[in-house]
Antibody, heavy 122, light 106 residues
Framework: QVQLVQSGAEVKKPGASVKVSCKAS????????ISWVRQAPGQGLEWMGW????????NYAQKLQGRVTMTTDTSTSTAYMELRSLRSDDTAVYYC???????????????WGQGTLVTVSS | EIVMTQSPATLSVSPGERATLSCRAS??????LAWYQQKPGQAPRLLIY???TRATGIPARFSGSGSGTEFTLTISSLQSEDFAVYYC????????FGQGTKLEIK
């Protein structure tokens, strides 16, 4: 069965960086993309961007451009999301999700990781 | 940028009754719309994609309709496990979500 297992909770100081991992199993990793979605406490879902596990192509949400990098390691079927220059409003649960790509267009998210809480606090 | 607006913000319905949730796009997204269910402390779960196609394992009481800018998620007979927050998401352009509708027990 398809599973996405994320790394554990992190506590970071403002200005630091965080790198969250997402290990996939149960499907051919390079046949799909991975998107990252975050959710601030008590708030809705925010799409952060995606990476093609096939060729490493990425697209990031405009508000995060320059601070976020998404990568994959196909040898271990693992995706990573690094967010730099952390601020207090980056405190959120970060989810990875498998995404179908149709003709280069990111579509919907059919499997999700369990989420990783990142807390930014001095 | 496409903006997704869900209504109502909170919907109170009794078990066994029908629930109708709405999602409006600021411009046409064709049928490129998905619905998700999220329970407290859990990741979202895909319910519907392509505006009306149920995802694998989703009960038939969940149905989606609409195209263009107006979409509806209907739950025909509410079960206790259906009380949650529901999000719509368009993927006609870069993905974005509505702000969610909380479905609570009346």
């Amino acid at each position: 069965q398809v599973q996405l297992v994320q790394s554990g909770a992190e506590v970071k100081k403002p200005g630091a960086s965080v790198k969250v991992s997402c290990k996939a199993s149960g499907y051919t990793f390079t046949s799909y993309g991975i998107s990252w979605v975050r959710q601030a406490p008590g708030q809705g879902l925010e799409w952060m961007g995606w990476i093609s596990a096939y060729n490493g192509n990425t697209n990031y949400a405009q508000k995060l451009q320059g601070r976020v990098t998404m990568t994959t390691d196909t040898s271990t079927s693992t995706a990573y999301m690094e967010l730099r220059s952390l601020r207090s409003d980056d405190t959120a649960v970060y989810y990875c999700a498998r995404v179908l790509v149709d003709g280069g267009t990111v579509t919907y998210f059919d499997y999700w990781g369990q989420g990783t809480l990142v807390t930014v606090s001095s | 940028e496409i903006v997704m607006t869900q209504s109502p913000a909170t919907l109170s319905v009794s078990p066994g009754e029908r629930a109708t949730l709405s999602c409006r796009a600021s411009q046409s997204v064709s049928s490129n719309l998905a619905w998700y269910q999220q329970k407290p402390g859990q990741a979202p779960r895909l319910l519907i994609y392509g505006a009306s196609t149920r995802a694998t394992g989703i009960p038939a009481r969940f149905s989606g309709s609409g195209s263009g800018t107006e979409f509806t998620l209907t739950i025909s007979s509410l079960q206790s496990e259906d009380f949650a927050v529901y999000y719509c998401q368009q993927y006609n352009n870069w993905p974005c979500f509505g702000q969610g509708t909380k479905l609570e027990i009346k």
